[in-house]
């Protein structure tokens, strides 16, 4: 099924990422920013997550996708990913299907397998239909710029939280039936002149709290209200695949009522990836068995989750305990940064494909190795 190509990305040179707020580069305020509204839903078959809104080819055709820190295309949903055996408003749930045959800008390139480093070892993989189409930002009447020419993949795969992506990185895509790289969207709008900068600001938002957040996504700068400041800067990794790496030193849980004592729960220091494109929180075993001691939550092997029952709930409710992430720049020492998690941000719900009704889950995993090491979408609600 798979067509023997390869997708290689290009090296961006020369950037850095801001932790308290996932936020690129400083800016030059010439043009731009441009700011990709929020759908307004909340998606997804393991969150609720906030979506953004695109249009895709001609006639646009509406679609709501989640963000990809690791991504440098759009993956949109096919019809073909809403099949016999799906609910009845499987298109409505995943976001609204691309149908390129619909569209009179489609050029047709292939299938290819998405290029997933750093997500396959967790599990993630998926064919894409790749092709170029008109990328337009926001619905209609939201005025944001199209984009002639981009690189879309429509996928079936139900990996991704039941939804389709959107790639945030300014690598390009190699095909090897073009010579040159084919630009992502900020490249695009860098190169047209529309942003003035190779920089994006993502956070991811989060549903809790008194009103709830939607996502806050920008090419060429970013939301300066979306962040508390601080002095971390973190650089790009050299592999351009696992660029967002992080040091977590120390993860503690504070503000348990039966003792004022904070609890230890990662051994040792590891180096994470930041990755919107994947949900979880993949940690090593023995920091997961530190969370199962400390909050009572139990692995579900059928699953491969932790599922949370109505009396664990209740309890981690009243535990009301917050997680603080220790975030540096290797394992150990030098200027860190704290990232507060209270317990709502690990209370979601998993639905279909995976189980059958919605039920409460813990969004903790099992690493069994560095490679697999990674913060996603339920970190970066606070961050
Ligand atoms: C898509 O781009 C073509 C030019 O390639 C343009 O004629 C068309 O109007 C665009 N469609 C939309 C929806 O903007
Ligand atoms: C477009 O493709 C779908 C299958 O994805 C098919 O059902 C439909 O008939 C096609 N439409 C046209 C106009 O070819
Ligand atoms: C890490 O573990 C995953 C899952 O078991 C496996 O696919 C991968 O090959 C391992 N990587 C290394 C470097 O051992
Ligand atoms: C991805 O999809 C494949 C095929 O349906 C499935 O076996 C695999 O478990 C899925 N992985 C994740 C992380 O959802
Ligand atoms: C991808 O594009 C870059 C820049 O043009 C080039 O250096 C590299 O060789 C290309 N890779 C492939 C596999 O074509
Ligand atoms: C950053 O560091 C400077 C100099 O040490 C200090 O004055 C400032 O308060 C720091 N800002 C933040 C947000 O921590
Ligand atoms: C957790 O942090 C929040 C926000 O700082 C705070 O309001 C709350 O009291 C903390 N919870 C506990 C149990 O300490
Ligand atoms: C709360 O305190 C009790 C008793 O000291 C301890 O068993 C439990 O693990 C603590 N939980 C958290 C979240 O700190
Ligand atoms: C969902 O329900 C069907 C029919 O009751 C059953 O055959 C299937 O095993 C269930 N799937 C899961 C993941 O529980």
Not at 190 to 196: A, D, F, M, Q, R
Request: aromatic share 10%; net charge negative.
């Amino acid at each position: 099924m798979v067509a023997g190509l390869r997708l290689e990305f290009v090296a961006l040179v020369g950037s850095a990422v801001v932790i308290g707020g996932a936020v690129a580069t400083a800016v030059a305020p010439a043009v731009g920013p441009i700011s990709v509204p929020p759908s307004q839903y909340w998606d997804g078959s393991d969150g609720p997550w906030a979506t953004f809104a695109l249009q895709l080819g001609t006639p646009s055709q509406n679609v709501r996708l989640l963000c990809s820190t690791s991504g440098s295309s759009i993956w949109p949903v096919l019809p073909q990913g809403c099949a016999a055996g799906d609910p009845n408003d499987c298109p409505t749930r995943r976001g609204f299907t691309f149908k390129s045959n619909a569209s009179l800008t489609w050029t047709e390139v292939g299938l290819f397998e998405l290029p997933l480093v750093a997500e396959r070892p967790l599990g993630y993989t998926g064919n894409g239909d790749f092709g170029f189409d008109n990328v337009t930002v926001g619905w209609q009447g939201y005025g944001g710029p199209t984009l002639e020419h981009q690189v879309v993949a429509g996928i079936a795969t139900k990996n991704f939280s039941w939804m389709g992506m959107l790639g945030l990185t300014s690598h390009g895509t190699n095909f090897t039936d073009f010579n040159d790289p084919q630009p992502s969207l900020l490249t695009s709008l860098k190169s047209k002149g529309l942003v003035s900068s190779s920089s994006w600001g993502y956070t991811a938002g989060a549903p809790y709290g008194p009103k709830g957040v939607y996502g806050s996504l920008t090419f060429g700068g970013y939301d300066a209200t979306r962040f508390t400041p601080n002095n971390m800067t973190f650089l790009f990794g050299a592999d351009i695949s696992w660029d967002l790496l992080v040091g977590i030193q120390d993860i503690t849980s504070t503000g348990n009522s039966s003792s004022s004592s904070s609890i230890d729960l990662l051994p040792s220091g590891i180096m994470a990836l930041i990755d919107s494109t994947i949900p979880h929180i993949w940690l090593p075993v023995e920091a997961c068995q530190r969370f199962e001691q400390t909050f009572g939550l139990v692995w579900d092997q059928k699953t491969d989750l932790y599922l949370v029952d109505d009396a664990l709930h209740s309890k981690l409710v009243a535990q009301a305990a917050n997680i603080t992430f220790k975030l540096g720049i290797g394992t150990s020492g030098g200027q860190t940064v704290d990232v507060v998690l209270p317990y709502k941000s690990f209370d979601l719900q998993v639905t279909l494909p995976n189980v059958n009704n919605s039920v409460r889950y813990y969004p903790l995993r099992r690493a069994s190795n560095e490679s697999q090491y990674a913060l996603g979408r339920t970190f970066l609600q606070e961050a």
